[in-house]
């Protein structure tokens, strides 16, 4: 392991230390024992079924988080993630159980529909702000509320199967050629046990791929660097010849089409659902904003972020029986959430300084003393005068 | 040492002289009239007397009251240099604290409860923002997420083994605020005698305009709860801190300029913490203004009012009155959500819309603003036809009604927006 | 006389000696993460005079300036006012013992009055009522009794710089400051305001105040100044008492230790080849005037024309206009083409180069390492991409030759930006402008707030250029700048261009005249 890379473990590592210090303190003042019902979390999650159902929770988790990555690089927040793949798998699981096609095209086919939905939804956002100068993140979220309004109506209304009983609103479950197979077989191929029950869903190739995709698009393209750019410094994106409109629609497309994914992993490959209803996990695009704060908006961070969530929430869900509340999980990723962002914000501002530093020092600079005299600009990342609007936040 | 040449044109040019109807008093009033004429026609079209009662007035005011603290909470926070994402996150420990207190200790002791439960996220959130420098909006969002988190644990310790209560509700406050009806105006009583209740009588009438107006009137001066009278308080309150005290100014400072204001010797992180303590405070009584409403705390209460409070602060270009009139919009519309035929009431505000877009129309042809004609007929004609086509919407449509109008009301309201000229930038000791 | 050492505690010169010591700065050492500011300042000043502190950019003026305002605390030494030591932990203290700044870059907030910008922190009033008509009357008082007249109501934003610097230092009066600091006042002001900036501060010192401020502009310096204290490299090397005994040489000598650079062009290159021109260009501010009023003019291959006036008469929007970020109307011609409809991404591609007037603000993205700054602009352009990918080799073997050629001082192309100097950072900008080969090259500031070893280098780029066929437009608040490399001087005010002058025969003086409106014409 580099020692880059142990340094920047320790931003977070502190953060996760802090943070089971919160928790124990909740725990105390709740009247329990922290150390036993953190030895419990572990007994939890100390076994091959436990890692499995995490990564399988995990993975709408990370694609919720690289969703508003691509807009939180570009300064462009969408917090409407939530509404967004609400309405992006109510859809795809209608029209994905109303087709029938061969596997090959049934499955891009869910895909298309839930990121155009996804993507269309966010679009309103990204045209009233270049239109009329809306602010975002209000934006977003107002048409969270609105999706989730739109989706229960389409669904009662619309899309509900009608032949399965009226009781409980849901769609029709799509055939065998929109669902992917679990990997078990590919897994136990090279030898590895799951167990008896245990099913390691198709999704997760889909998710690493969306991640190297992330990767690629933002670190090697053109647009990933205008991207880049646009949130790093707008104006400078601006007079570089960056249309800022263009970026803000194209971007919250994206942002929006992946958001659409989020709810694919249950629709297409958890045996439970293959169907979109009442039942159906809400709040995954929220949650995803800590995760993609939590990996700092890259690609691996995002996984990790999404496996330590995916391990909090599997972890605290049996205290129950030590009478130990499970909500302490909440309180744990909620605090390890707000202290890894104060973490990273201190660990970049220490970075920074030391990197001005070694620049001064390596170049022997003639002028050492020129230091932070008003107009030399050295030494703050934000330069001399921070007047950084977030793109797509002027309201 | 006169540096600039005074541009002379500037100098003897005569003031501009305006027609009566461009003078912005008359053009506020005149617009006043046609918004009344419009919602009492559309009252009349549509045969639904409620589009414009007391009753609907008096829930409206209700229902806006914690939208419009979130909006103040907004507006002192962002006036002091902080982008506040994060009411949502202290309007829920504004919750949980008043859900507590008000049931231990009663009504009052709710609204306290909230007010503290929301400055401890307020200071949270000031100690991320302020004194780490962590981008405004991560760490709101951050304080979003752990809020629901801290009042779930809480509920859960404290309402889970008592008569009434639940992990998601609280058993119920123990007694009841109290209201207010203004005397003579809406018949409230004076010492001891009920007064006669003037604008009822003129609500009943049904005539044109005027008991629409009345109805306005009757709705927001009778059985008013007292802490919504508290928040409409808080208005004049929060408006005569920040414009009319030396502590007004620096707060302001700390938002428009904050070196300048640290060039002086002011302390930039103290105006910034006690932005966002007064913030949270402000956030936190929201939150207690909707446990009073529901008389319990209940789990996700909150529904979005934070975030719907920023946008009316937008709406209102981030002045006081403007932010009260965008939570009243708001109100309204939810108000009429909870009516007793909600779907009918939505579609009246359609037809309201419609004609209200005529009016518009008929101004722009006025005024010979010939481009905009076209995309103007398109939308008045596209909502005459929702009118007429849709069909009364159900409840789930009925429940997005607020935060469409809200969308709306942001989206066609004041485009020159004044943010603060320096909120949401990490300020430290040496920045210019 | 000069003494070549710091001299704090020696008797002073034949000037000095009748007034007290006002300020005393002992041994002042001052570090920021990385570099020494300050490395054992000594300053005295005396009550009643004029005090000029020279130095080169980045020589440590400003912060020793700060320290003495208490806006950040000294490492080490000791301050001395009136006498007494003093510890100054916010500029409140310095505020309490007479002390006031003008800062360099104006702190007042756009959006506020002038008489909130000027009463804060010191509020007329109670506690919970603060009293404007109190406000109002002590500023009309003051501008009656020092004659610097300001509308209390306007809002700062409405203000031109001269009446800015006119608040900053009513604020100063207002707290009733004895000491007056100024950081680079002249910067922003025409040959005429500096004589009444001047005029004015003297009537102050005649009252018995003491002023203090900070310059790099020599002629200026040994024409209003009763003492000089030189600094360079973040140390006192030089104590003058009495200006007249030095010559500007001398003073250079000690300011930079070799003569200062000039900006004088050699023989014309100038071709009748236009490479850009625009023809009646005019654009609208957001509050709907004509901030560029019909704007035409011509820049050939091989010239260097210089647009001269006061800050805020549409140089920037003339800048802006041509890149494509302001819209105008009126023709904008590239060697011949109509690019006015054409979008900044088109315009750059075909060869208008820039350098932006504020390079923090959208000449360079900080948080970027070197290659990725130096792809700023030409993102969409080989060797920095091919297609829709970056192309990381070729930009990173680019930007290595930018360092190289452009004598950019980095430890490496993958360090971000801002650990470079000022100096360094504006090198990084003029050299990936150049490389690009521009046809015509929009300079912006291009030496503003640089030491003065990068000035020397990029004003050899530019006369380079110049020879070898580039047409630039060179905007510049510094007017020997303007002079010296100009082939030909336009001057613009409010919006228009008002005169075309010989830069040959035009004086400081006269150009100043000319860019307040005062005189108007061609020469």
Same mark, same amino acid.
């Given at each position: 392991?580099?020692?880059?890379?142990? +340094?920047?473990?320790?931003?977070?590592?502190?953060?996760?230390?802090?943070?089971?210090?919160?928790?124990?303190?909740?725990?105390?003042?709740?009247?329990?024992?922290?150390?036993?019902?953190?030895?419990?979390?572990?007994?939890?999650?100390?076994?091959?079924?436990?890692?499995?159902?995490?990564?399988?929770?995990?993975?709408?988790?990370?694609?919720?988080?690289?969703?508003?990555?691509?807009?939180?690089?570009?300064?462009?927040?969408?917090?409407?993630?939530?509404?967004?793949?609400?309405?992006?798998?109510?859809?795809?699981?209608?029209?994905?159980?109303?087709?029938?096609?061969?596997?090959?095209?049934?499955?891009?086919?869910?895909?298309?529909?839930?990121?155009?939905?996804?993507?269309?939804?966010? *679009?309103?956002?990204?045209?009233?702000?270049?239109?009329?100068?809306?602010?975002?993140?209000?934006?977003?979220?107002?048409?969270?509320?609105?999706?989730?309004?739109?989706?229960?109506?389409?669904?009662?209304?619309?899309?509900?199967?009608?032949?399965?009983?009226?009781?409980?609103?849901?769609?029709?479950?799509?055939?065998?050629?929109?669902?992917?197979?679990?990997?078990?077989?590919?897994?136990?191929?090279?030898?590895?046990?799951?167990?008896?029950?245990?099913?390691?869903?198709?999704?997760?190739?889909?998710?690493?791929?969306?991640?190297?995709?992330?990767?690629?698009?933002?670190? +090697?393209?053109?647009?990933?660097?205008?991207?880049?750019?646009?949130?790093?410094?707008?104006?400078?994106? *601006?007079?570089?010849?960056?249309?800022?409109?263009?970026?803000?629609?194209?971007?919250?497309?994206?942002?929006?089409?992946?958001?659409?994914?989020?709810?694919?992993?249950?629709?297409?490959?958890?045996?439970?659902?293959?169907?979109?209803?009442?039942?159906?996990?809400?709040?995954?695009?929220?949650?995803?904003?800590?995760?993609?704060?939590?990996?700092?908006?890259?690609?691996?961070?995002?996984?990790?972020?999404?496996?330590?969530?995916?391990?909090?929430? +599997?972890?605290?869900?049996?205290?129950?029986?030590?009478?130990?509340?499970?909500?302490?999980?909440?309180?744990?990723?909620?605090?390890?959430?707000?202290?890894?962002?104060?973490?990273?914000?201190?660990?970049?501002?220490?970075?920074?300084?030391?990197?001005?530093?070694?620049?001064?020092?390596?170049?022997?600079?003639?002028?050492?003393?020129?230091?932070?005299?008003?107009?030399?600009?050295?030494?703050?990342?934000?330069?001399?005068?921070?007047?950084?609007?977030?793109?797509?936040?002027?309201? | 040492?006169?540096?600039?040449?005074?541009?002379?044109?500037?100098?003897?040019?005569?003031?501009?002289?305006?027609?009566?109807?461009?003078?912005?008093?008359?053009?506020?009033?005149?617009?006043?009239?046609?918004?009344?004429?419009?919602?009492?026609?559309?009252?009349?079209?549509?045969?639904?007397?409620?589009?414009?009662?007391?009753?609907?007035?008096? /829930?409206?005011?209700?229902?806006?009251?914690?939208?419009?603290?979130?909006?103040?909470?907004?507006?002192?926070?962002?006036?002091?240099?902080?982008?506040?994402?994060?009411? %949502?996150?202290?309007?829920?420990?504004?919750?949980?604290?008043?859900?507590?207190?008000?049931?231990?200790?009663?009504?009052?002791?709710?609204?306290?409860?909230?007010?503290?439960? #929301?400055?401890?996220?307020?200071?949270?959130?000031?100690?991320?923002?302020?004194?780490?420098?962590?981008?405004?909006?991560?760490?709101?969002?951050?304080?979003?997420?752990?809020?629901?988190?801290?009042?779930?644990?809480?509920?859960?310790?404290?309402?889970?083994?008592?008569?009434?209560?639940?992990?998601?509700?609280?058993?119920?406050?123990?007694?009841?605020?109290?209201?207010?009806?203004?005397?003579?105006?809406?018949?409230?009583?004076?010492?001891?005698?009920?007064?006669?209740?003037?604008?009822?009588?003129? %609500?009943?009438?049904?005539?044109?305009?005027?008991?629409?107006?009345?109805?306005?009137?009757?709705?927001?001066?009778?059985?008013?709860?007292?802490?919504?009278?508290?928040?409409?308080?808080?208005?004049?309150?929060?408006?005569?801190?920040?414009?009319?005290?030396?502590?007004?100014?620096?707060?302001?400072?700390? #938002?428009?300029?904050?070196?300048?204001?640290?060039?002086?010797?002011?302390? /930039?992180?103290?105006?910034?913490?006690?932005?966002?303590?007064?913030?949270?405070?402000?956030? #936190?009584?929201?939150?207690?203004?909707?446990?009073?409403?529901?008389?319990?705390?209940?789990?996700?209460?909150?529904?979005?009012?934070?975030?719907?409070?920023?946008?009316?602060?937008?709406? #209102?270009?981030?002045?006081?009155?403007?932010?009260?009139?965008?939570?009243?919009?708001?109100?309204?519309?939810?108000?009429?959500?909870?009516?007793?035929?909600?779907?009918?009431?939505?579609?009246?505000?359609?037809?309201?819309?419609?004609?209200?877009?005529?009016?518009?129309?008929?101004?722009?042809?006025?005024?010979?603003?010939?481009?905009?004609?076209?995309?103007?007929?398109?939308?008045?004609?596209?909502?005459?036809?929702?009118?007429?086509?849709?069909? %009364?919407?159900?409840?789930?449509?009925?429940?997005?009604?607020?935060?469409?109008?809200?969308?709306?009301?942001?989206?066609?309201?004041?485009?020159?927006?004044?943010?603060?000229?320096?909120?949401?930038?990490?300020?430290?000791?040496?920045?210019? | 006389?000069? @003494?070549?050492?710091?001299?704090?505690?020696?008797?002073?010169?034949?000037?000095?000696?009748? $007034?007290?010591?006002?300020?005393?700065?002992?041994?002042?050492?001052?570090?920021?993460?990385?570099?020494?500011?300050?490395?054992?300042?000594?300053?005295?000043?005396?009550?009643?005079?004029?005090?000029?502190?020279?130095?080169?950019?980045?020589?440590?003026?400003?912060?020793?300036?700060?320290?003495?305002?208490?806006?950040?605390?000294?490492?080490?030494?000791?301050?001395?006012?009136?006498?007494?030591?003093?510890?100054?932990?916010?500029?409140?203290?310095?505020?309490?013992?007479?002390?006031?700044?003008?800062?360099?870059?104006?702190?007042?907030?756009?959006?506020?009055?002038?008489?909130?910008?000027?009463?804060?922190?010191?509020?007329?009033?109670?506690?919970?009522?603060?009293?404007?008509?109190?406000?109002?009357?002590?500023?009309?008082?003051?501008?009656? @009794?020092?004659?610097?007249?300001? =509308?209390?109501?306007?809002?700062?934003?409405?203000?031109?710089?001269?009446?800015?610097?006119?608040?900053?230092?009513?604020?100063?009066?207002?707290?009733?400051? @004895?000491?007056?600091?100024?950081?680079?006042?002249?910067?922003?002001?025409?040959?005429?305001?500096?004589?009444?900036?001047?005029?004015?501060?003297?009537?102050?010192? &005649?009252?018995?105040?003491?002023?203090?401020?900070?310059?790099?502009?020599?002629?200026?310096?040994?024409?209003?100044?009763?003492?000089?204290?030189?600094?360079?490299?973040?140390?006192?090397?030089?104590?003058?008492? =009495?200006?007249?005994?030095?010559?500007?040489?001398?003073?250079?000598?000690?300011?930079?230790?070799?003569?200062?650079?000039?900006?004088?062009?050699?023989? @014309?290159?100038?071709?009748?080849?236009?490479?850009?021109?625009?023809?009646?260009?005019?654009?609208?501010?957001?509050?709907?005037?004509?901030?560029?009023?019909?704007?035409?003019?011509?820049? $050939?291959?091989?010239?260097?024309?210089?647009?001269?006036?006061?800050?805020?008469?549409?140089?920037?929007?003339?800048?802006?206009?041509?890149?494509?970020? $302001?819209?105008?109307?009126?023709?904008?011609?590239?060697?011949?083409?109509?690019?006015?409809?054409?979008?900044?991404?088109?315009?750059?591609?075909?060869?208008?180069?820039?350098?932006?007037?504020?390079?923090?603000?959208?000449?360079?993205?900080? !948080?970027?390492?070197?290659?990725?700054?130096?792809?700023?602009?030409?993102?969409?352009?080989?060797?920095?991409?091919?297609?829709?990918?970056?192309?990381?080799?070729?930009?990173?073997?680019?930007?290595?030759?930018?360092?190289?050629?452009?004598?950019?001082?980095?430890?490496?192309?993958?360090? !971000?930006?801002?650990?470079? &100097?000022?100096?360094?950072?504006?090198?990084?900008?003029?050299?990936?402008?150049?490389?690009?080969?521009?046809?015509?090259?929009?300079?912006?500031?291009?030496?503003?707030?640089?030491?003065?070893?990068?000035?020397?280098?990029?004003?050899?780029?530019?006369?380079?250029?110049?020879?070898?066929?580039?047409?630039?437009?060179?905007?510049?608040?510094?007017?020997?700048?303007?002079?010296?490399? &100009?082939?030909?001087?336009?001057?613009?005010?409010?919006?228009?261009?008002?005169?075309?002058?010989?830069?040959?025969?035009?004086?400081?003086?006269?150009?100043?005249?000319?860019?307040?409106?005062?005189?108007?014409?061609?020469?």
């Amino acid at each position: 392991m580099s020692r880059k890379f142990l +340094r920047a473990l320790i931003a977070p590592v502190s953060a996760a230390v802090a943070a089971v210090v919160i928790s124990s303190i909740a725990l105390l003042i709740a009247g329990k024992d922290p150390i036993e019902a953190f030895r419990e979390m572990w007994k939890t999650i100390d076994s091959t079924q436990s890692v499995t159902i995490i990564i399988n929770n995990a993975v709408p988790l990370y694609i919720s988080g690289v969703a508003v990555a691509i807009g939180f690089k570009m300064n462009l927040f969408n917090i409407g993630s939530n509404g967004q793949y609400l309405l992006a798998a109510l859809i795809a699981g209608w029209a994905g159980a109303e087709v029938s096609l061969p596997p090959l095209l049934h499955v891009p086919f869910v895909f298309l529909v839930a990121m155009v939905v996804g993507g269309s939804w966010a *679009l309103i956002a990204a045209i009233l702000n270049v239109t009329r100068n809306v602010n975002v993140v209000i934006s977003t979220i107002m048409l969270n509320y609105i999706a989730i309004g739109l989706s229960a109506f389409l669904l009662s209304e619309l899309f509900r199967d009608e032949e399965n009983g009226g009781l409980v609103a849901q769609t029709k479950e799509m055939p065998a050629s929109a669902q992917l197979p679990p990997l078990n077989a590919l897994f136990e191929w090279f030898g590895f046990n799951f167990g008896e029950g245990v099913e390691l869903y198709g999704f997760l190739p889909f998710a690493i791929a969306l991640g190297i995709g992330y990767y690629i698009l933002l670190n +090697r393209s053109r647009f990933g660097y205008d991207l880049r750019l646009s949130g790093s410094n707008p104006e400078a994106a *601006l007079s570089s010849g960056v249309n800022p409109k263009k970026m803000v629609l194209i971007t919250l497309f994206m942002s929006g089409a992946v958001a659409g994914m989020i709810g694919l992993p249950y629709l297409m490959a958890d045996p439970d659902f293959h169907k979109y209803g009442d039942a159906f996990p809400t709040g995954l695009g929220f949650t995803g904003l800590g995760i993609a704060l939590l990996g700092r908006n890259n690609p691996a961070g995002i996984a990790a972020a999404a496996i330590v969530w995916a391990t909090i929430e +599997r972890a605290t869900q049996r205290l129950g029986p030590i009478g130990v509340p499970p909500e302490i999980g909440r309180i744990l990723a909620g605090s390890f959430l707000l202290v890894a962002v104060i973490a990273y914000e201190v660990a970049k501002r220490r970075n920074d300084a030391a990197a001005t530093a070694a620049a001064a020092q390596a170049t022997h600079d003639e002028r050492l003393a020129a230091g932070d005299d008003d107009d030399t600009g050295r030494g703050s990342p934000d330069g001399p005068t921070p007047t950084a609007t977030p793109a797509g936040g002027e309201r | 040492m006169s540096v600039i040449i005074p541009n002379e044109e500037e100098a003897n040019a005569d003031p501009v002289v305006r027609a009566w109807h461009e003078r912005p008093h008359w053009r506020i009033f005149l617009w006043t009239v046609v918004g009344v004429a419009v919602m009492s026609t559309a009252r009349l079209l549509s045969g639904n007397d409620d589009l414009t009662s007391s009753g609907t007035f008096g /829930v409206a005011l209700r229902t806006a009251a914690p939208v419009a603290l979130a909006g103040l909470s907004g507006l002192v926070a962002e006036r002091s240099g902080t982008i506040n994402i994060g009411i %949502e996150g202290m309007m829920v420990m504004g919750t949980i604290f008043a859900g507590w207190w008000g049931w231990e200790f009663g009504p009052w002791m709710a609204i306290v409860g909230g007010i503290f439960g #929301g400055i401890l996220g307020g200071l949270l959130m000031s100690l991320a923002t302020t004194t780490f420098g962590v981008n405004h909006i991560v760490a709101g969002v951050a304080i979003n997420l752990l809020a629901p988190g801290v009042a779930r644990f809480m509920a859960n310790e404290l309402f889970t083994d008592v008569q009434g209560g639940s992990v998601t509700s609280s058993p119920g406050n123990s007694g009841d605020i109290g209201e207010f009806t203004v005397p003579f105006l809406s018949g409230g009583e004076l010492f001891g005698w009920t007064t006669p209740n003037i604008m009822e009588w003129l %609500e009943d009438t049904g005539w044109f305009m005027i008991a629409d107006v009345a109805g306005f009137v009757l709705g927001v001066t009778s059985e008013v709860s007292w802490d919504v009278i508290l928040t409409v308080g808080l208005f004049f309150g929060i408006a005569y801190l920040l414009w009319s005290t030396p502590l007004g100014l620096r707060l302001r400072f700390a #938002g428009e300029r904050p070196s300048a204001a640290d060039s002086l010797g002011v302390n /930039v992180h103290l105006m910034r913490y006690t932005g966002m303590a007064i913030s949270g405070g402000l956030a #936190g009584m929201g939150g207690a203004v909707l446990v009073l409403f529901a008389n319990r705390y209940q789990e996700d209460q909150v529904a979005g009012r934070g975030f719907l409070g920023l946008a009316t602060m937008i709406f #209102g270009n981030w002045m006081p009155l403007g932010t009260a009139a965008g939570a009243g919009l708001f109100g309204y519309a939810q108000g009429i959500t909870l009516r007793t035929n909600p779907g009918e009431l939505v579609r009246a505000l359609v037809l309201a819309a419609a004609l209200g877009l005529l009016v518009v129309l008929a101004w722009i042809v006025y005024t010979q603003n010939w481009r905009a004609v076209v995309p103007m007929t398109a939308i008045t004609l596209v909502t005459f036809w929702a009118y007429f086509a849709a069909t %009364e919407p159900n409840n789930q449509l009925v429940f997005v009604t607020p935060y469409v109008v809200t969308l709306i009301a942001v989206s066609v309201g004041a485009q020159r927006l004044r943010p603060p000229a320096e909120e949401g930038i990490p300020w430290f000791k040496g920045m210019q | 006389m000069v @003494s070549s050492e710091a001299t704090g505690n020696e008797p002073p010169g034949e000037a000095g000696r009748e $007034h007290p010591v006002a300020i005393q700065l002992t041994d002042i050492v001052k570090r920021f993460p990385g570099v020494i500011a300050n490395d054992g300042v000594n300053l005295t000043v005396r009550k009643g005079t004029i005090h000029a502190i020279v130095g080169e950019n980045g020589a440590g003026k400003s912060t020793l300036m700060k320290t003495l305002y208490g806006a950040h605390k000294p490492n080490e030494g000791t301050i001395t006012v009136d006498g007494e030591h003093r510890e100054f932990s916010s500029p409140k203290d310095a505020i309490a013992v007479g002390i006031g700044m003008v800062f360099q870059h104006f702190m007042l907030a756009d959006n506020l009055s002038v008489w909130e910008n000027i009463v804060l922190g010191d509020e007329p009033g109670r506690r919970f009522r603060l009293d404007v008509a109190e406000a109002h009357q002590r500023l009309e008082a003051l501008g009656e @009794s020092f004659g610097l007249r300001v =509308d209390p109501d306007a809002l700062i934003g409405s203000l031109g710089v001269g009446e800015k610097q006119r608040v900053e230092i009513l604020k100063v009066l207002y707290r009733g400051a @004895s000491i007056l600091i100024l950081d680079e006042p002249t910067a922003v002001l025409v040959p005429q305001e500096v004589d009444e900036l001047f005029a004015s501060l003297r009537d102050l010192v &005649s009252n018995d105040a003491t002023v203090i401020f900070i310059s790099h502009k020599l002629d200026e310096v040994l024409k209003h100044a009763d003492a000089i204290t030189v600094i360079r490299r973040g140390k006192t090397v030089g104590e003058v008492p =009495d200006p007249s005994t030095v010559t500007p040489s001398e003073l250079a000598e000690l300011m930079v230790g070799s003569e200062l650079p000039t900006p004088e062009t050699r023989e @014309s290159t100038v071709t009748d080849t236009p490479a850009l021109e625009l023809r009646h260009v005019t654009a609208r501010g957001d509050d709907g005037r004509d901030v560029l009023d019909d704007v035409s003019l011509t820049v $050939h291959r091989g010239e260097i024309v210089g647009i001269a006036g006061v800050e805020g008469n549409g140089q920037s929007e003339l800048v802006n206009a041509i890149v494509g970020l $302001h819209h105008a109307t009126g023709e904008i011609l590239l060697d011949g083409t109509d690019v006015s409809g054409w979008s900044t991404a088109e315009r750059r591609g075909r060869g208008i180069g820039y350098i932006a007037e504020d390079r923090g603000k959208d000449g360079l993205v900080m !948080p970027f390492s070197l290659w990725e700054n130096a792809a700023l602009g030409h993102q969409r352009q080989e060797p920095y991409s091919k297609g829709p990918w970056i192309d990381r080799s070729g930009a990173r073997s680019q930007t290595a030759e930018i360092v190289d050629q452009f004598d950019v001082r980095t430890p490496g192309i993958d360090v !971000p930006v801002f650990t470079l &100097s000022g100096g360094n950072q504006q090198k990084l900008v003029v050299g990936r402008e150049m490389t690009s080969e521009p046809t015509a090259l929009l300079a912006a500031h291009p030496t503003r707030g640089v030491d003065v070893g990068a000035q020397a280098v990029i004003w050899d780029i530019l006369r380079n250029a110049r020879a070898e066929g580039l047409a630039t437009l060179l905007i510049s608040a510094d007017l020997e700048e303007l002079i010296g490399l &100009s082939d030909r001087l336009l001057v613009m005010l409010r919006g228009g261009i008002v005169a075309e002058l010989d830069p040959t025969t035009v004086t400081p003086q006269d150009l100043g005249s000319y860019m307040t409106g005062a005189r108007a014409g061609t020469t």
